[in-house]
């Protein structure tokens, strides 16, 4: 895969060559992008080789050179069912949900249990604004192919890999759980009112003030081995909204302190093996970790509103590599 912050003629040279791409860009810089075979995303932040930036003017563009050929979907919100139907024998999936819709909501709360979720990489993420536009400009999704902008969709690529290659999806999750209460909720949701902490009945939104926690800083639960970000939206006076669901059975409790973000990511990134993969970073990791202008250890992508790998993630980094099979053999001495 080819990633670069590209001008519209550039992104324009390599849509009319017949280059699948995937692409993400403000909404404005979306639509002035010609019909080909592209998906794309709305976000004015990314993180580039050179440091994080905001850009309207510029687009995202990676170009999947080992795609043999893919179909564009638009799902709408109650058809989840047939997110994964279109697939290629060999490939991957890549999907765009724009952030406040009812696809976003019912995505968060069904994909976990969508049929044939696990038997294919799914990455992909929820689109969004400039922060100063929240509630003025939609968030939106692009059928690079029909020309159709979608608000209220979950708009999905399946692409088809070229013999010998495969896709590989990673989370890298700078959290861990704190060494704080045990924390569970009686039911699933973006909201939550009452929660159980170490087994006492609490309203959340008064123990949250009690401790005094780090917005900043999520909750952090036990998915099947992997640790899965719940990140805060807002607090009010008796409810607590977050960016993704909790998901009632699960234990969570509130984060560790990552400490310097950017060098936890050079750190991490130096000890993984050197390619051009795709990566989709949250914007809640933009601000807290102050990213504008900093490097993140050759991670590069569009900040995000939401990461997806198969589910909906907050706080997190989503990586996407498509890699040789041939890279997998031991080379002799």
Not at 51 to 67: M, S
Not at 258 to 268: E, L, Q, R
Not at 289 to 295: F, I, P, Q, V
Request: charged fraction near 15%.
């Amino acid at each position: 895969m080819q990633n670069s912050l590209l001008t519209i003629a550039q992104a324009v040279s390599f849509i009319e060559a017949g280059s699948i791409m995937l692409i993400a860009g403000s909404p404005r810089a979306l639509t002035a992008l010609p019909r080909g075979r592209w998906i794309g995303g709305s976000t004015p932040y990314f993180m580039t080789a050179q440091g994080g930036l905001r850009d309207h003017e510029h687009v995202f563009c990676t170009i999947i050179e080992g795609a043999a050929d893919c179909r564009i979907g638009a799902i709408a919100p109650g058809e989840l069912a047939q997110l994964t139907a279109g697939r290629f024998d060999q490939g991957f999936s890549y999907v765009l949900v724009p952030a406040f819709s009812e696809a976003h909501q019912r995505f968060a709360i069904e994909a976990p249990d969508l049929p044939h979720l696990y038997q294919q990489p799914l990455v992909g993420w929820v689109t969004g604004v400039d922060l100063a536009e929240i509630g003025k400009v939609a968030p939106v999704a692009v059928n690079g192919m029909t020309g159709e902008v979608h608000d209220n969709a979950v708009l999905v690529m399946h692409a088809a890999l070229a013999d010998g290659l495969f896709a590989e999806a990673d989370i890298i999750n700078l959290f861990h759980q704190g060494t704080g209460d045990d924390i569970s909720f009686p039911q699933s949701g973006f909201t939550a009112e009452s929660c159980t902490v170490n087994g006492v009945e609490r309203n959340f939104a008064q123990y949250l003030r009690e401790i005094h926690a780090d917005p900043s800083l999520p909750l952090v639960s036990n998915y099947a081995g992997a640790m899965i970000n719940v990140s805060f939206q807002e607090a009010q006076a008796e409810t607590v909204t977050f960016y993704a669901p909790v998901m009632a059975g699960l234990v969570y409790r509130l984060a560790a302190p990552v400490g310097d973000y950017p060098a936890a990511y050079g750190m991490y990134c130096a000890q993984q093996e050197s390619g051009a993969g795709l990566s989709f970073n949250c914007i809640l990791n933009y601000l807290y970790a102050s990213l504008e202008g900093k490097t993140t250890g050759g991670f590069i992508g569009p900040v995000t509103f939401g990461e997806i790998a198969y589910i909906l993630l907050n706080q997190t980094l989503v990586r996407l590599d498509v890699r040789s099979h041939a890279s997998l053999v031991p080379q002799a001495a």
